[in-house]
């Protein structure tokens, strides 16, 4: 399963502050996992600990480490960028949702 996108999502939301890598992989494993595909926390934590420290050494990757088990979104990287435009988009079609009305007539008279 791939679960990179979910990582990037949450430190999307996460901020500048950043997460650190236990609550990264809690957030992963709650939005992958599902009655008839369990997974094992274990198996999540070390993915999402192996993602992070491979994609934080580069200074210009996507991901940065900010202090010991945190990570956030490098803001210099072009990368990041890209995806923060990427998600505020996903959220805006989200909301903009027509309003329905039930026009259908009534088998009560008012």
Avoid: C, W
């Avoid at 926390?41 to 580069?58: G, I, T």
């Avoid at 956030?72 to 990287?77: A, G």
Wanted: hydrophobic residues 40%; proline residues 4%.
């Amino acid at each position: 399963m791939n679960y990179d996108q979910e990582i990037l999502k949450v430190l999307a939301f996460a901020g500048a502050d950043g997460l650190h890598v236990s609550k990264i992989s809690k957030h992963v494993f709650n939005a992958s996992n599902s009655f008839f595909f369990p997974l094992n926390f274990e198996e999540v934590h070390s993915y999402v600990s192996a993602f992070l420290l491979r994609h934080s050494k580069n200074p210009v990757s996507v991901i940065e480490k900010v202090s010991r088990g945190v990570y956030r979104l490098n803001p210099s990287s072009v990368e990041t960028n890209q995806l923060m435009l990427k998600f505020v988009n996903v959220e805006e079609n989200e909301v903009e949702q027509p309003i329905h009305r039930d026009e259908s007539l009534s088998l009560f008279q008012e």
